[in-house]
């Protein structure tokens, strides 16, 4: 299994970008999709997260600013960013907590995506 993140790019402050992930590979069902992030100099952390349709979370830094969707069909999850600030600024991550042939449960990561917001 592959996760491809793109459309990450440098932006003022007050802009936008949407953020797209694909997988491809060995793909059942797909239990979580979720954006995390990692700024320079800091761990990563959790940005969004999906369960399922209507059933989302989001860090309190990005709450009413970042929207999070999916298609478990297409093997898709998109990360819409508003009102980008300059502490937005991080390589982003896609994830996806997928199911497998023989039950197996496996989680998997993109490759990273950098945001750059400049103030």
């Known amino acids: 299994v592959q996760l491809q993140a793109s459309g990450g790019g440098s932006v003022q402050a007050g802009g936008s970008l949407r953020l797209s992930c694909a997988a491809s590979?060995?793909?059942?069902?797909?239990?979580?999709m979720g954006w995390y992030r990692q700024a320079p100099g800091k761990g990563r952390e959790l940005v969004a997260r999906?369960?399922?349709?209507?059933?989302?979370s989001y860090a309190d830094s990005v709450k009413g600013r970042f929207t999070i969707s999916g298609d478990n069909a297409k093997k898709m999850v998109y990360l819409q960013m508003d009102s980008l600030k300059a502490e937005d600024t991080a390589v982003y991550y896609c994830n996806m907590d997928v199911g497998q042939r023989y039950g197996r449960r496996s989680t998997y990561w993109g490759q990273g995506t950098l945001v750059t917001v400049s103030s």
């Open positions: 999906r369960s399922g349709p209507g059933t989302t």
């Open positions: 590979g060995s793909i059942d069902s797909i239990y979580n």
